[in-house]
Structure formats: C-alpha cells, structure tokens
C-alpha cells in the first residue's frame, strides 16, 4: 500500500468542529452552582497543590459574591498566565486531586474551569489588573518568550525593572503558541494573552533574536543587572531504530507545531494510518489531534503499562473517547519503508517488567503506519549558553538552579523546562518565572 | 483602588467591617488574629461584673443547615464572657496599643443599676478602647437576670442606661438593640433621647432551632433538655435590613449613626446593609462559619464594587437607598409589569407553572404543540414575581414594565403617570388630588 498523508481529510466544517474548545466557559448559572460546592477550606490543600499557591478558595468566593474581576485579580497575582493554566493544567493531578470535595464525592470542585471563568470575564474587559512600581533604572534580559520568561519578566516590570526578552522564532509565547493542544487554547488565546501580559509596559519583546547566534550570553551578562533564561527544551530525542530516517516519521513537537501555526487546520497533513511513539501528554496531544484531522487509524504504543504512562488518567480516556486505540508493553525495533520508498509499517517487541526492569518477551507483531510520531521526550540544547567568559553548571542535561532559581553564575537565572528537576508544564514555568524574578528583585535591590 | 476607611463617632477604622461582639472576639489571642487578618475592628464580647458568669458545659449552638450542609443560619444559648473582668479589660489595652489603627469597642451589660455602670466606665476608659457598646440585646441567660434583652425591650430602661453611661463617661456610647420586640423605632429612639450617640443592631432573635424526635426535646438539648437561644446568620439578614430601614427613615432618628449586624456574609451584604444607612458593619456567624480570611472576600468585594461605580470613599454611598424605602400606601398603583421567560435559558422543570397554577393566577401555560413549554399568558399575569423566585435559573424569568398600551389582564390602558392608594377612588379615605 503507498503512503497516504494528506491534508483535506475531513471537511473545513467539521474539522472546526472535532477542534472546538475542549472545556467551553462556564455559563453564570454554571459558575455559581460549581463555585457554591467550595467549602473554602482551611489551609486548603488544592492551594498546596498549585504550583504557583493561587489563594483558589479566595477566588472562588469571589466568583460567588459576584467579583469575577476580583477573583481574577486573586489569580494573575499569583500567576499571571492563570488563562492559560486554566485551559492547560493537567488539574486532575494537581489542585483537582486533591479537593475535599473529591474525598467526599469522588468529584473534586472545577476549579480549573472556575478560573477560567473568572481569568476570562477580567480580560475580556481589556484592562491590565497591574500597575509598575516606581522605575528602578535596573535593567533585565530575558532569553525565551515561554511561559517561564514571561511569567518573570511580567514580575520584575510590576516590581518597575525594565525587561527586554529576546525570542528565537517570530512569535512569543513559547509552547503556549506553538506546542498546546489546538482545542485546548482555541481563538488564539495564547497571542491574546500575551498581549495582555505585556500591556502592563516596560517590556520590550525582540523576536527573531536568538541567544547563541544573534546575541551571546557574554554580551547580556555585560549588558544588563540581571539574565534570565527560558529557553525551554530544544532538542527531541530519537528512537534509534531502523527506518527512522525514512520520509513519514515525525517528530510529534513538530507535526504540533505545524498543526498549532497552520492557517486553515483541515490543510495539515496527517496520515491514514498514524502510529504515535510515548506515554507522555506530547504523544496523547498528537495522537487525538491526528484522529480529529480525520487519520482513519491511530495507536498510541507505549513499552510500560498504563499507570506508569505520564499522561494522566484523564488525558488517557480523552484519547480513548476520541478513538485512539492505546497499546501497552511494547518497544518499536524497525520501521518499514513501502514500495514508494516511504515508511508503511513499524514493528514491535512485546516487553515485560522483570524485578523492576523493562525486558523483551520475545513476542513480535507489526502495525501498518504512513506516519510514525516520535513522542518519547524531549532534551536541552546547552549548545546558546557557549561563552568565552561565562560558565553555567548543567545537572542531568539541564541548566542547574536553586530553589531561588539562580544558577551557578552570580548574574544569571533559569527556570522551565530547560532548568533540572521540573515538571514540564506551563504552570511550573510560570512559577519558576515568578520565583527567579522574585529573586532577581531582591538582587538588584538589596531588598 | 477605593478607600474603604470610616469614621464612625470619630472612631476610625481602615475598613467598615468589625466583628461583632461574641466568641470571635473574647479574648487577645483571636482579637490580634482578626487584626492580622484584616478586620477594621471589633466590638470585645460583652463585658459584665465579676464573679463572672457561667457557661453551660453541654452544646452552646445549634444551626439550620442547607442538605449541602451549608450553614443557613446559628443560634447559641452562650452568655457574656465567662472570663474575669480584670483578666478582659487588660488584654484591651494591650491590644488597643498594639493595633492603634484600628477600631476596639467595648460591650459592656452589668445590672440597672447607675452605681454598676458609673463603677465599670472608668475601667473601660483606662483601656484607651475607642468606645462603648451596650449590650441590650441578649435574649437568654441574661434576660432571665433582668439584663440584655430584657432591659432593651423597655424604651425607658434603654433611656435611663444611655444617659447614666453619657453622664460617666467621654467614650462615644453605642446602645445595641434587640430584634425581640414589635417597633424598633421605639427604643431606637429612647437611645437616642438617653444621649446614646449611635445604635447598632440587630442583636439575636428568640429561636428553638429543632426537635429531637428520637428524646422529644429541643435540639440541641443538655442532659436532655434545651432552652430557646438566639438566631443568627445569613437568614437573620432580611430582618436586620428591615429594622436597620426603619430607624434610618424615621424623622426622630433619621440622623442617628447605625453599625449594622445580622447575617453579613458578603462584600454585597454590607454594601446593602450601608446603602441603607450603616456608617460600619458588624460580622459574626460569618467569621465563625468560615474563619477570619473571609474579610479579604468583603474588602476586595466593596473595593472593586466602588471602583466599577465610581465611589471614591464610603460615605458617598451610606443611605443612597433610605429615600426609596417608603410606605405601602405612596407605592405607584400604575406601575404595570409581566413576567417573562427566556426560552434559551429555560430548562424546563415546570416549577413556575405549577406554582401559579396551584397557588396565584394560572398564568403560565405548560405546554405548546404537544410539547413542554413554559409561556406567559399576559391576560392572567398579575406580575407577582412568585415564578421569578422559584425558577433555579438566574434571570431566566424578568419582569417587564409595561409603558404603554393596555394590560391585558385588567383591559385598562397603562397609565403612565404615578397614582398611589391615598388618591386611589376604591379608597374610602382617600384625600382629593390637587
Ligand atoms: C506538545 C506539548 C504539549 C504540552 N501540553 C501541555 C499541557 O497541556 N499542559 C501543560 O501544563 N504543559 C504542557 N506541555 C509542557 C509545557 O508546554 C512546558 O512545560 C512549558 O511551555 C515550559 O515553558 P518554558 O518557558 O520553560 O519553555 P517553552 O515554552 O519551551 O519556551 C521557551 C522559549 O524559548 C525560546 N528559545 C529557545 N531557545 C532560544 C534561544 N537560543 N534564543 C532565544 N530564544 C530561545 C523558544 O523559542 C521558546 O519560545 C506540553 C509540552 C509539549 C511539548
Ligand atoms: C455564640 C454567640 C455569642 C454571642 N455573644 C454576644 C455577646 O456577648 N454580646 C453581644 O452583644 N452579642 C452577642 N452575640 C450576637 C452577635 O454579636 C450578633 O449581634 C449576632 O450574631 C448577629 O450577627 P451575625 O448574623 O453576623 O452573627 C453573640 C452571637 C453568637 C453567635
Ligand atoms: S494554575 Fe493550574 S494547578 Fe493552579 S489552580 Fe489553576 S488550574 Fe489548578
Ligand atoms: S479543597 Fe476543594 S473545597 Fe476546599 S478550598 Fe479547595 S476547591 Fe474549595
Ligand atoms: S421555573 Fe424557570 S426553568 Fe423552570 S420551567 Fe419555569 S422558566 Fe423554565
């Protein structure tokens, strides 16, 4: 069979429908019956939870008596991408999880969705919650517009340092523009929200400028009081099998990407047959969004079992309900080339855990596939941070920081997924931002 | 942002919320949490002579519950502070040193007697404490005494205690009233004459909050028996607001300043109950309900609300409501209006159809083409407002106001001037308009 990848699987219609927003806002009606199940807890655990401490009893009260501009307030304080977060964040393994109200009924508050309620009633009024502390004349360079980078330069604006942020490609924003779900951020939420992010002033974006070829490290250390870097994960690893060359197997980051910045989404070209590589969020995002391109066939091959998957319970059912078929224990070994000289079919080793060890059984079976999506992480590029005069310690392949977030050089900071030890997920970038600025504030300040 | 600061008998406080006197505020230890928590003052739970009373040891509150466990409304059979006057009156005065911009108002109940209050003032003063709140209000324990409630529901003994304390001391005097009486104006005006220089209310109201069908006793109930205590809480609200209105329009207090208490849950709580003439507010079963972070709810909430009206501080808006409150009789009998059900929103559960059909107008039809479906029938709605109450669905039912044409109920035109009872033809007493 030749390869069949193509765009124009479904019609316009409904691909607009199979992408339409995930969890759509909550009605008034909605908001307030889900914000009366909060028993604004004491020392509330789902604030534990959060990453970045939003006070989540204080907003949904808020969004009870009526203020969902106050209960927005009470969110982009603590995190300032709260829009954002409240469409991304995995909630069923962070603040959801555990609500009291899941020990009582097995059916945790939507704080996720009551944030977004609020985060979006106060953006759709267009006016920045924040104002500038008086100007300190402290200069700051941030490398990276992701989550990480914005969430501290936003920080030190408010504390009044001006902040220029340097962005390789042409649009800030990170993963949030380029690597989310296209249904979980739809109506170009991301460009949205950092423009309302940066409306607060005293932020200069520069894009298309990137650290290690346009500006060096050096130069910024010389330049500015205070470094940042967000560079997030540049890198994708590979299988290292067979046929992985082979027109038709693709990175998932990128086939997102493409999907995340093309004009018309029923245009991107997907697979017949897609067989997706991972067990991680990346490989659940593009398995379901290759089946809502219209793939006929799409499995998701994962070597362990499903509660060692990273992808959570939820984001698992999701691809389920979508009709990604999901198979455990199994490795890929080949990936074979059709008779057009592109990739028709992968094989796999049927695996087994052994005293805690992953081996073969033996077992070999194959699966048909125009298109193979390499999900099985990411990695960091050092690569930028090579200066003549300055040094960062790298841990396990990431940047190396301290709970302030300062790395091993006096001047510089880090944080998000390029920084060891995270999470990789945006709500972590926005705090590790929000911390490292925090930081840097009290370093130039002597505060 | 707004500035929510308030001057109230010259005693100043960053925010108009003070919790009221009662647990919350019995003892340094909760007063400097509150403090640190936000509240702009406190009424200390109500001082009396030593040797100081007794609790009961079995349960003090009772509560009605929503089946969400919601608490709807508290009432307790708890007395004055069991604590020695001496050990109370040192802890104000450390507290008042420590927090000086806030607002530390004494309560104070001894028995009618001028030489027990002339002997208590000095103490209080000596505490620097801004001022004084007489407790007239406690409707069990003390009442049975001859003290709280019993001394509040006789306008000459409210009178005769307001004077004696004016007379004993330079603390602005506040006299805290009962709801357990038919005419607030009553002793809201006795205070007034005795000197007080502001009233707060409400106090409790009597209550047996259940029975115990099992023991066939009051719950809750203390080796077997229960008494009556007072009721507080979200479902007191209504009443507060209407005994706050009656005093804040009659001519003989219209100008007398107001802290008001009962059922203050909410930013939009104490806004309502300010509009409707309260200089501050007073928070108790709220701060017990839910704990001392609930002011942070309430001040961002009257902020914000300012902000978006552009009220810059509050006595700009304290009383805007009192004129519009008015008598039955000046109500515009023209005033025409009809109910009116928004299709998308409706879910369709029929609770306003049935209660219309079964108890005012039948004016809701159940069904059109064979289906369900909920109409208003203009020629029987008389505008009650009952299915707008019961409907689950916010703004799902308005009410419309007819300008012109005819209502199709009465067949009369619409007349758009005003036109009360007092003039009203069907009134035998009515007076000749001009
Ligand atoms: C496909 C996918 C789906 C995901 N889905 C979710 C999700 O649903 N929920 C969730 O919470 N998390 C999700 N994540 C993880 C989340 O997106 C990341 O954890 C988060 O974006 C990290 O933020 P960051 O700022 O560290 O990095 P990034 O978002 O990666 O931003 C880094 C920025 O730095 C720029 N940059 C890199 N190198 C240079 C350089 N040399 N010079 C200048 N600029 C540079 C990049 O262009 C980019 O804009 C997902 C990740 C992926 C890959
Ligand atoms: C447990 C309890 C004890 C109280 N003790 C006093 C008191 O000592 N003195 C007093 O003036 N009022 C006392 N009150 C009444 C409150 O101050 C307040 O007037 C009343 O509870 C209404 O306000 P709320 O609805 O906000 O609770 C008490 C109330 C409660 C619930
Ligand atoms: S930011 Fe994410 S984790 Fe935190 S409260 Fe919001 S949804 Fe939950
Ligand atoms: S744990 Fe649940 S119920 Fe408790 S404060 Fe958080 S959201 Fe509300
Ligand atoms: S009560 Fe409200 S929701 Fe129910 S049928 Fe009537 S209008 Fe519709």
Redesign the pocket.
């Known amino acids: 069979m030749p390869s069949d990848i193509r765009g124009d699987r479904l019609s316009p219609a409904e691909v607009e429908s199979n992408f339409a927003d995930l969890h759509p806002l909550l009605s008034k009606h909605e908001a307030y019956v889900e914000a009366d199940r909060c028993y604004f807890c004491h020392d509330a655990p789902c604030v534990t939870a959060c990453p970045t401490g939003i006070d989540i009893p204080l907003f949904i009260r808020q969004i009870l008596t009526d203020n969902p501009s106050g209960s927005a307030k009470t969110i982009l304080g603590a995190n300032i991408l709260g829009g954002m977060c409240a469409r991304?964040?995995?909630t069923e393994t962070l603040c959801e999880q555990v609500c009291v109200r899941e020990t009582a009924e097995q059916k945790p508050v939507r704080i996720g969705e009551l944030q977004r309620y609020a985060t979006d009633h106060l953006m759709a009024a267009g006016v920045h919650p924040f104002e500038r502390a008086a100007p300190t004349g402290k200069k700051v360079a941030v490398?990276?517009?992701?989550?990480?980078?914005v969430s501290c330069a936003h920080r030190l604006s408010m504390h009044g340092h001006d902040v220029t942020i340097?962005?390789?490609?042409s649009k800030?924003?990170?993963?949030?523009e380029y690597?989310?779900?296209a249904y979980?951020a739809v109506d170009e939420f991301a460009r949205r929200e950092l423009d309302f992010v940066l409306s607060i002033g005293g932020i200069e974006l520069k894009t298309g400028?990137?650290?290690?070829?346009d500006v060096s490290l050096d130069a910024l250390v010389g330049d500015y009081d205070a470094v940042f870097l967000?560079?997030?994960?540049?890198a994708t690893n590979g299988l290292g099998i067979a046929g992985e060359q082979l027109e038709g197997v693709v990175d998932?980051?990128d086939f997102?990407e493409d999907l995340r910045q093309a004009p018309a989404l029923e245009k991107v070209a997907v697979g017949r047959r897609v067989v997706v590589i991972g067990g991680g969020?990346?490989a659940i995002?593009a398995a379901v969004q290759s089946k809502l391109l219209g793939a006929e066939e799409v499995t998701l091959v994962y070597r362990r079992g499903a509660d060692r998957m990273n992808a959570s319970a939820y984001e698992q059912s999701l691809a389920k309900e979508k009709g990604v078929v999901l198979r455990h224990w199994a490795r890929p070994e080949k990936i074979e080339a059709g008779s057009d000289g592109k990739a028709a079919a992968i094989s796999f080793m049927k695996t087994r855990e052994e005293g805690g060890k992953l081996v073969d059984t033996g077992e070999q079976y194959e699966l048909q596939a125009d298109m193979v999506l390499k999900a099985i992480g990411?990695a960091f590029t050092p690569a930028?941070l090579k200066g003549a005069n300055t040094e960062i310690a790298l841990e396990g392949g990431r940047i190396k920081a301290g709970a302030d977030r300062r790395t091993s050089h006096p001047k510089i900071w880090a944080?998000?997924?390029?920084v060891a030890g995270g999470e990789?997920?945006?709500?972590?970038?926005v705090e590790d931002g929000k911390q490292a600025a925090l930081s840097i504030h009290a370093a130039l300040t002597g505060a | 942002m707004a500035n929510l600061q308030t001057n109230f008998l010259g005693i100043k406080s960053p925010n108009p919320f003070w919790l009221a006197s009662a647990p919350p505020t019995d003892r340094e230890v909760n007063v400097t949490r509150a403090f640190k928590a936000g509240w702009g003052g406190v009424v200390w739970k109500t001082l009396g002579e030593d040797p100081h009373i007794v609790n009961v040891n079995g349960p003090r509150y009772g509560a009605v519950h929503s089946n969400d466990r919601r608490l709807i409304g508290l009432n307790n059979i708890e007395l004055i502070t069991d604590r020695p006057l001496e050990v109370n009156l040192r802890e104000i005065k450390a507290v008042k040193k420590a927090w000086p911009d806030r607002a530390i108002v004494v309560s104070l109940m001894v028995p009618c007697e001028e030489q027990a209050w002339k002997k208590i003032l000095p103490l209080v003063e000596e505490t620097g404490a801004d001022g004084i709140e007489l407790n007239f209000g406690c409707p069990h324990g003390m009442s049975e005494r001859g003290m709280g409630a019993a001394v509040g529901q006789v306008p000459e003994y409210v009178e005769m205690v307001a004077r004696w304390c004016k007379q004993n001391t330079r603390m602005p005097v506040i006299v805290k009233l009962t709801p357990n009486i038919t005419d607030v104006r009553q002793p809201a005006r006795a205070a007034k004459n005795g000197g007080a220089d502001a009233v707060s209310l409400i106090n409790t109201i009597n209550s047996v909050m259940g029975v115990d069908l099992d023991i066939m006793a009051p719950s809750p109930h203390i080796d077997g028996k229960g008494t009556h205590g007072g009721y507080c809480g979200p479902a007191v609200k209504p009443i507060a607001l209407s005994m706050v209105s009656e005093i804040a329009r009659d001519p003989e207090t219209k100008d007398l300043p107001i802290s008001a208490i009962g059922g203050i849950t909410t930013w939009r709580d104490a806004a309502e109950f300010m509009a409707m003439g309260a200089g501050t507010v007073q928070v108790c079963t709220a701060a017990m309900t839910y704990g001392f972070k609930i002011v942070e709810e309430m001040k961002s909430g009257l902020s914000d609300w300012m902000d978006e009206k552009g009220y810059t501080s509050v006595d700009q808006f304290v009383g805007r409501a009192v004129p519009n409150v008015t008598d039955w009789q000046y109500l515009n009998l023209n005033y025409v209006v009809k109910a009116r059900i928004d299709q998308e929103s409706c879910i369709k559960c029929g609770r306003c159809h049935i209660v219309c059909e079964d108890t005012s107008h039948q004016a809701i039809w159940a069904e059109k083409d064979g289906q369900r479906h909920f109409e208003v029938n203009d020629a029987e709605c008389v505008g009650c407002n009952l299915c707008v109450s019961v409907c689950p669905v916010e703004d799902c039912i308005t009410m419309e106001h007819l300008t012109d044409g005819v209502d199709q109920r009465t067949g009369q035109k619409i007349n758009p001037d005003y036109g009360n009872w007092t003039t009203h033809p069907n009134n035998p007493m009515r007076v000749a308009a001009e």
């Open positions: 991304v964040c995995p490398v990276g517009a992701g989550p990480a980078g340097y962005e390789a490609k800030g924003g990170g993963l949030n690597g989310i779900a979980k400028m990137a650290l290690g070829r967000g560079l997030g994960l540049g998932a980051v997102i969020m990346t995002d990411q930028p944080g998000g997924d390029a990789d997920l945006t709500v972590a970038a």
